[in-house]
């Protein structure tokens, strides 16, 4: 199994990417995907998740407005839209799958884990 974060990178403060993750799991419907970040000296911490069972969605309220979870199960495809990018969003994401349907999960019901991609916002 193999979880494939792209589309991080520098950009400037109010500017805006979207992360991509693409997963290599068989049922990739019946998973919760969900993004965290990490930034230096920081522990990591989620930041969106979207249900497997009925496509709800959570997200931290440091992006809440900013951010959005989507994705595309014909392509095992979860999707993290960025806007209005803040220097304090600088960190790497990594996007992880769980069984669990919540999208409350907790972190240690992710199982399987991306490599992480880095984002950079400048002021």
């Known amino acids: 199994v193999t979880l494939v974060e792209s589309g991080g990178g520098p950009v400037q403060a109010g500017g805006s990417l979207r992360l991509s993750c693409t997963a290599s799991?068989?049922?990739?419907?019946?998973?919760?995907m969900g993004w965290f970040r990490r930034a230096p000296g920081k522990e990591r911490e989620p930041v969106a998740a979207i249900s497997w069972a009925d496509g709800g969605t959570w997200h931290a309220d440091s992006v809440k407005g900013r951010f959005t979870v989507s994705r595309d199960n014909a392509k095992n495809t979860v999707y993290l839209q960025m806007d209005n990018l803040r220097p304090e969003d600088s960190a790497i994401y990594y996007c992880?799958?769980?069984?669990?349907?919540?999208?409350?999960?907790?972190?240690?019901?992710?199982?399987?884990w991306g490599r992480g991609t880095q984002v950079t916002v400048s002021s």
């Open positions: 799991l068989r049922a990739f419907s019946k998973y919760t």
């Open positions: 992880a799958a769980s069984a669990d349907w919540r999208v409350t999960s907790p972190t240690k019901t992710y199982t399987n």
